[in-house]
């Protein structure tokens, strides 16, 4: 060391006064390098902190965010759907056929998921956690995938399914690639009305439900009235402000109720998609007890009055007041049951000689009733029937699809004497009207947000007046107005949906924002449990598609 | 690190690969991301393989700092490790995005393992940035640039000298005191006075180079009349040539130096203009330690935050590996 950097009176040779620099300098630390080290030191320490205060608060430190409220209860179990070392997403490296097992099984344990689709290639379904990815926080909705995982096999979806003989190569491939006119084809489930009852939603929207003269009068010909109904119901159909002499003007919740109390023949009836709907998600099935027989009774005998001229075509509904009805409901059989026990009641209320008629020479079990009937009861009896079928013939067809039927003696209260007097009996069939529930079968749809929209605006072909501009899918085929609308589908198609469900944008004519809900695919679609394909049940289904009616098809899902 | 210049030829060859490998590696991410619809994450195929190559490049970017302590192995020159250092530490920037889901994370390890990233990524383009432009500075506006640590050696070395030229060649101040002519440090300047020489630091330019030399000089008697450059040595010029700035003397700014020896020459006998002019060089030189130092604390400075940090990232890291690996 130089003499220089020494403390203390010393003599300076003249080396060291030469010696410009202290060479031992890189033995000591710098300043900077003093505290480079101590910072060194305090990030090794404050790391070994981090890791301390990491283990006691796992959740804060490690989790990538708050799992889902459903999921709130396991937020701190991260074993609840973790395993270690194994991939929860299978867009990895190294996920594997026996660690997603593990880890769907896991979700499953809770969530049935069913599968999406019954040609659905099993290599392309990611696992549960790929689509519905966790973490994201409480409020995320996990049922909310992105398009994304709809579109990489819907986009060209005749290459992501598997071949089947059964399914034609071209049928049903249309891309689909966001919801919109030209990358969403149009609804399939709107393309004919699969139902079978004859009805005119043009005349029941008229005042007065006629397409004839709307002036109030007192004949039986004129339009109804406020007054033409029973005390009952007349409370219920009165608009405000009008009076008996008003003309009847039904309104769409005349009919189309919404709410969650199915009646207990409509609880029987309706889909189990319907079922599980929200209340008030779809409008509920129409009674004919409730929203029909106040203006439609079911006659089976001459009416009181004088006929009804058939002023636009459709044999008159209304005449006078029956006689007597049939229940709404009744099949064949109920019908022949119905109309014997009538009319044997009848004939015992009026001869109660007949009472005391021999029984029959050889009696047979209780079960065979008609054994203790005279025969000319029973001729009169069937003579009766066989006039009330006709008539009650014409009352049912003006609403339903009939069919001749025959029926077993066994059906009968009265068995047939003889084969041959059982044939002459008109005995008909009702066809299931078949009105869906549920018109869009591959979608969800929820009448509550939808609620401060006029019904025009979507079932403007139900508004007589309407001019018939084709918006919907199945609004062409019948024009407007005419005595029967029934096979025109009355719902506005995918053209009415895009004007809403949409990106957010102006409208480049009036300038006004036009667009803005939501349009992914899961806002309408689901995707586990699609249920069977239709191609690949048409063989099974064939047989029991042969014994039903004519034209008795279930109305069957699109692809 | 100086980028470009004669070694541009490297560099170019460094920029193009890691321009090809972060544009292959964001195609396969945004491949990736098109047919996922969702961000790829870090458990991604290429967030994954992202997070896997830019933990490597972490890992050799904190080997610099043990590279730097066995300079005597054969690993390769330290201007290759440090151009690896700052390249591959570049391309690590959109791997790590990649593998972090360009930022839509979550986890306070993972925030904070980004937040250190990205300030160690900062901090090291500024110390990068910074040598691009100061080394040069220093070059032009230093030329008796020192090794830093020597400063004061250095500084304390050249008071010496020009001590013992105050005390051979000024009166000496009958009101002085005896603190007033022996080195504050000890040197024993009145035992050098009977020597007849004085070595000295002297500055030379010459054909565009410049740089420190040692001068020998004669000593003779005291000129009379020099009082006062005696007693502006003791007040002001001696604690400015120890203790730089800090001593808050008015030679340490140039102007107010300029004023203070211009007096000095007038009041002084023209005999003692080359003692006045080596008083003022002596000053000039202490204000370039002063600026070599400034220049300095920026040039290093950085590292006060780069290296501290990178170990910090590497412990994080260290933590990061095995949770991410265990529930993921």
């Not at chain 2, 904190?62 to 192995?73: A, D, F, M, T, Y």
Request: charged content about 20%; hydrophobic content about 40%; some cysteine.
């Amino acid at each position: 060391m130089p003499e220089s950097s020494k403390s203390g009176p010393e003599r300076q040779t003249s080396r060291a006064q030469v010696s410009r620099i202290d060479r031992s300098y890189f033995h000591r630390r710098s300043r900077f390098q003093r505290a480079r080290w101590w910072l060194i030191f305090a990030s090794l320490g404050l790391g070994a902190a981090w890791a301390a205060w990491g283990a006691f608060d796992i959740r804060l430190h490690y989790s990538p965010g708050d799992v889902a409220a459903v999921h709130a209860k396991w937020e701190n179990d991260c074993n609840a759907c973790h395993v270690p070392f194994a991939p929860i997403k299978d867009n990895t490296w190294l996920s594997t056929a026996a660690t997603r097992q593990t880890l769907d099984g896991k979700c499953e344990a809770c969530h049935r998921g069913p599968a999406h689709h019954p040609l659905q290639l099993t290599a392309e379904v990611g696992s549960c956690a790929s689509c519905h990815a966790d973490h994201r926080g409480r409020g995320a909705d996990l049922s909310r995938v992105a398009d994304q995982t709809c579109i990489a096999c819907h986009a060209d979806i005749a290459t992501h399914r598997l071949v089947n003989a059964t399914i034609p190569p071209a049928a049903n491939t249309t891309p689909i690639t966001r919801f919109d006119n030209e990358h969403h084809p149009a609804f399939a489930s709107l393309t004919t009305d699969p139902g079978r009852l004859k009805f005119s939603h043009g005349r029941h929207m008229r005042a007065g439900l006629t397409f004839g003269p709307q002036t109030t009068g007192t004949t039986a010909a004129g339009p109804w009235t406020y007054g033409m109904l029973a005390a009952t119901d007349r409370s219920r159909y009165l608009s405000p402000g009008a009076g008996e002499g008003d003309l009847v003007q039904l309104s769409c919740a005349s009919c189309h109720e919404f709410g969650s109390s199915l009646t207990s023949t409509s609880v029987r009836t309706v889909s189990a998609t319907f079922a599980a709907a929200p209340p008030g998600a779809y409008s509920l099935p129409v009674e004919f007890e409730q929203h029909c027989a106040a203006c439609h009774s079911l006659p089976y005998e001459g009416l009181a009055g004088p006929p009804e001229p058939a002023s636009d075509g459709v044999a008159p509904i209304r005449s006078g007041r029956p006689a007597a009805v049939l229940p709404h409901g009744l099949d064949a059989t109920g019908i022949a049951r119905f109309l014997e026990s009538s009319y044997l009641q009848q004939a015992l209320a009026g001869d109660a000689t007949l009472l005391d008629e021999p029984a029959a020479r050889r009696p047979l079990p209780a079960t065979q009733q008609g054994e203790v009937a005279a025969p000319r009861v029973r001729s009169l009896v069937e003579a009766r029937v066989g006039q009330a079928l006709t008539f009650a013939r014409g009352t049912c067809e003006k609403c339903h699809q009939l069919q001749d039927a025959s029926l077993a003696d066994t059906a009968r209260l009265l068995p047939a004497a003889a084969p041959v007097a059982a044939a002459r009996l008109p005995w008909f069939e009702i066809a299931p009207s078949r009105v869906p529930d549920i018109w869009l079968t591959k979608a969800r749809f929820d009448h509550g947000p939808h609620r401060s929209f006029d019904c025009r605006e979507c079932h403007a072909a139900a508004y007589p007046d309407e001019p018939a501009d084709g918006e919907g899918e199945g609004m062409t085929s019948a024009p407007i107005g005419s005595p029967l609308d029934n096979s025109v589908v009355m719902i506005a198609g995918r053209e009415s949906c895009t004007a809403c469900h949409a990106p957010a944008a102006h409208d480049p004519t009036t300038g006004k924002p036009v667009g803005g809900a939501r349009f992914d695919c899961v806002e309408c679609h689901g995707y586990h449990g699609l249920g069977p394909h239709q191609a690949l049940t048409t063989a099974s289904s064939s047989a029991s598609a042969a014994r039903s009616l004519p034209g008795d098809v279930s109305h069957g899902l699109p692809d | 690190m100086i980028i470009g210049g004669k070694t541009w030829p490297k560099d170019r060859w460094w920029i193009i690969a890691i321009c090809i490998a972060s544009l292959a590696a964001a195609a396969a991410y945004a491949a990736e991301w098109a047919s996922d619809s969702r961000l790829p994450g870090g458990s991604s195929r290429t967030g994954l393989t992202a997070g896997i190559v830019g933990g490597l490049i972490i890992g050799f970017e904190l080997l610099l700092w043990p590279r730097k302590r066995v300079r005597s192995w054969r690993l390769g020159s330290a201007q290759s490790w440090l151009r690896a250092h700052i390249w591959l530490g570049i391309l690590a920037v959109p791997l790590v995005l990649m593998h972090a889901r360009l930022l839509f994370i979550g986890g306070l390890l993972n925030w904070a393992l980004m937040t250190l990233f990205f300030l160690v990524i900062a901090s090291g383009i500024w110390g990068l940035v910074l040598q691009q432009y100061l080394p040069q500075a220093m070059l032009e506006h230093v030329p008796a640039e020192t090794i830093y640590e020597q400063i004061g050696h250095v500084a304390r070395q050249q008071c010496r000298d020009v001590e013992k030229l105050v005390d051979t060649l000024c009166d000496h101040d009958p009101a002085g005191t005896a603190a007033d002519t022996a080195s504050r440090h000890g040197t024993p300047s009145d035992e050098d006075d009977e020597e007849e020489h004085a070595v000295i630091t002297g500055f030379r330019s010459m054909t565009g180079i410049q740089g420190k030399v040692v001068e020998t000089l004669a000593l003779y008697a005291a000129i009379p009349g020099t009082l006062p450059i005696r007693r502006a040595f003791v007040a002001e010029i001696r604690p400015y040539l120890l203790d730089g700035m800090a001593a808050g003397t008015a030679v340490a700014q140039p102007h107010a130096a300029a004023r203070t020896f211009a007096t000095l020459r007038v009041a002084s006998p023209a005999a003692a203009a080359d003692l006045i002019d080596r008083l003022e060089q002596a000053c000039e030189r202490r204000r370039q330690f002063d600026l070599q130092m400034r220049l300095h604390h920026w040039l290093h400075g950085w590292l006060l935050v780069h290296v501290p940090l990178s170990v910090a990232l590497g412990v994080l890291l260290a933590i990061h590996i095995p949770v991410a690996l265990w529930y993921w």
